[in-house]
C-alpha cells in the first residue's frame, strides 16, 4: 500500500470558481477525515467518514464546502465559489480508528487569487 | 470542548542539548494523545501515541512524552537533538467518545542549530 494519496498537489483558481479535491485513503481503512491548514497553525478539523457515511461536519465548514465518499472508498472536497480566506493546505488522513492514530495524504494547496 | 495549546510556538536548541516541548490540552471526558511530527516539505508523521497504561511513552527516534493527568499536560522530550529532529512538531488530543476526531494545538517549530 502506498498511503494516503490527495490529487492535485497544488491548485491555484480565481475567486469565485469551483474547486474539488480527491483523496485516496489506505484501502483498509474505513475512517477517513478532511482538515485545512493554514500558514502558522495546526490543522483543523472539517469533517468525517466512516465507510461512507459523512458522521460530523465541522461549524465552521460553510454551505460552499461539500464531501462525499461514494461507496466508501475515495472522497471529495468540493468547494463552490471560492474565497481568498479558503486558500490553505488541505489534508486527507485516513485511520482504522482512534486507537491507531491517523495516516496523512500530502495535502492539496489551494491558492485563490 | 475540547482543545489543545502548545506553550513554545518556537524553540530554537543547539545540537546534542536536551529539549522540551509543552502541550496541554483541556477536556470533560478521557482523552487520547497524540504528538506528530512535519518534517520540510513532508506530510504529517504520527511520531508517538497515549491511550492508556503507562504514562510515559516512546518514539523510535528517541522522543518520549508524560501524560500527566492532575496538569492535563502531555509534554515531548529528548535528552540529545539532532540536526534532522529539526521539524514542526504538534500536539493532538481525540477525546474517546468522538470518533476518531483529533483536535490539534498550533505547532512548535523546533530549530536544531549546529
Known amino acids: 500500500d502506498t498511503g494516503v494519496s490527495q490529487d492535485p498537489r497544488h491548485k491555484i483558481t480565481k475567486r469565485g470558481q469551483n474547486v474539488t479535491f480527491r483523496c485516496d485513503p489506505i484501502?483498509?481503512?474505513?475512517?477517513l477525515y478532511w482538515y485545512r491548514q493554514t500558514l502558522g497553525q495546526g490543522p483543523e478539523f472539517l469533517t468525517y467518514?466512516?465507510?461512507?457515511?459523512?458522521?460530523?461536519k465541522s461549524r465552521l465548514l460553510s454551505d460552499r464546502f461539500s464531501a462525499e465518499r461514494p461507496k466508501g472508498s475515495f472522497s471529495t472536497l468540493e468547494i463552490q465559489r471560492t474565497e481568498q480566506g479558503d486558500s490553505a493546505m488541505y489534508l486527507c488522513?485516513?485511520?482504522?480508528?482512534?486507537?491507531?492514530?491517523?495516516?496523512f495524504g500530502s495535502g492539496t494547496r489551494l491558492t485563490v487569487v | 470542548a475540547q482543545s489543545v495549546t502548545q506553550l513554545d510556538s518556537q524553540v530554537p536548541v543547539f545540537e546534542e542539548a536536551p529539549v522540551e516541548l509543552r502541550c496541554n490540552y483541556s477536556?470533560?471526558?478521557?482523552?487520547?494523545l497524540f504528538w506528530y511530527v512535519q518534517y520540510p516539505n513532508q506530510g504529517l508523521q504520527l511520531l508517538l501515541k497515549?491511550?492508556?497504561?503507562?504514562?510515559l511513552v516512546e518514539s523510535i527516534n528517541g522522543f518520549e512524552a508524560e501524560f500527566n493527568k492532575s496538569q492535563t499536560s502531555f509534554h515531548l522530550r529528548k535528552p540529545s537533538v539532532h540536526i534532522s529532529d529539526t521539524a514542526e512538531y504538534f500536539c493532538?488530543?481525540?477525546?474517546?467518545?468522538?470518533?476518531?476526531?483529533?483536535?490539534f494545538g498550533q505547532g512548535t517549530e523546533l530549530s536544531v542549530k549546529p
Open positions: 493532538a488530543v481525540s477525546e474517546w467518545n468522538q470518533g476518531g476526531k483529533l483536535i
Open positions: 467518514f466512516q465507510n461512507e457515511a459523512q458522521l460530523e
Open positions: 488522513a485516513s485511520s482504522f480508528g482512534t486507537a491507531y492514530g491517523y495516516t
Open positions: 484501502s483498509e481503512h474505513n475512517r
Open positions: 477536556s470533560s471526558v478521557s482523552v487520547y
Open positions: 497515549y491511550l492508556s497504561g503507562s504514562t
